[in-house]
């Protein structure tokens, strides 16, 4: 496949005398979507707030687009391209869904935060809002309460959010909670076009989803990368069908 948006080199993290994230070397290429798969306290989490700036690693760095972003704050990383969605909502749930898509926009605009609601009223912000919005299929409901939302279109306006930044790469942290089998298809539908737009790193604990969508699979397991390979590859393997897979496999 093709070149590295994001790449990560010899992250290592350590809470005491837990190491969370032990020397953890992957990329994310253009087009690509790639899980990160791991048992409930193997480091997923740990990993994705070290790339996306919110935990700083004890050794190790973060390159997008061949630029290091190590030392970046996640505000600047986010400016530089690295969308992110989270796995608890971020969005303000009594503003309507084109605020909520505004704000994003605003931030992408690189404005101070007091200029919010003349925002609103500018055409520019709108526009990347609305397009956003229309490129999420949520463009007949940008005047609803974001409250009102089921929460599988709440997950789309959080990736319209990211979207208005134009990032050259998406992390997402389990999109997929929350929704029913239904919306799960949806959203995999969905996540599968945008890869296209910008590459996904994919931290997932629905194996249905992420072995219909991922081109690539990182098995974490104690922190550590135990196997990075296509979904045939990840199922077909030995240390992970043992460490993780298990009957299931
Ligand atoms: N701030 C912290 N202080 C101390 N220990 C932490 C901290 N954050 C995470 N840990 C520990 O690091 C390990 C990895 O946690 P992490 O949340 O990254 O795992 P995860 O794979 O995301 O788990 P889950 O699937 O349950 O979300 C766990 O043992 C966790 O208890």
Redesign the pocket.
């Known amino acids: 496949m093709s070149e590295a948006v994001l790449s990560t080199y010899g992250l290592s993290k350590s ?2 005398a ?1 190491k ?1 994230s032990e020397d953890i070397s992957l990329d994310l290429r253009a087009g690509e979507i790639h899980a990160i798969i ?10 994705i707030a070290q790339i996306c700036g919110t935990l700083e690693p004890d050794v190790g760095r973060v390159e997008l687009m061949g630029r290091d972003v190590t030392g970046l704050s996640a505000r600047a990383r986010a400016k530089a391209g690295l969308g992110r969605t989270f796995q608890i909502s971020a969005l303000a749930m009594e503003d309507t869904v084109l605020q909520n898509a505004v704000l994003g926009a605003l931030g992408a605009s690189g404005r101070p935060w007091r200029f919010w609601t003349p925002a609103l009223k500018d055409k520019s912000l709108v526009a990347r809002a609305d397009a956003a919005l229309e490129r999420v299929g949520l463009e007949d409901f940008r005047n609803m309460r974001t409250a009102e939302l089921s929460h599988g279109q709440r997950r789309q306006l959080e990736v319209a959010v990211a979207l208005t930044l134009s990032p050259k790469a998406f992390l997402m942290d389990e999109p997929m909670a929350g929704l029913g089998m239904e919306g799960s298809q949806r959203l995999t539908g969905f996540l599968s076009e945008l890869k296209q737009e910008a590459p996904i790193l994919l ?1 997932e ?1 629905d194996m249905d989803a992420v072995f219909a969508l991922a081109d690539r699979i990182s098995v ?1 397991v104690y ?1 550590r990368v135990i196997a990075t390979g296509t979904v045939d590859d990840i199922r077909a393997n030995r240390e992970v069908r043992e460490a993780y897979l298990g009957e299931e496999s």
Do not use: I
Request: hydrophobic share 40%; charged share 5%; glycine share 28%.
């Open positions: 809470f005491g837990l969370a791991g048992p409930n306290g193997a480091g997923k989490s740990t990993l931290v604990h974490l922190g």
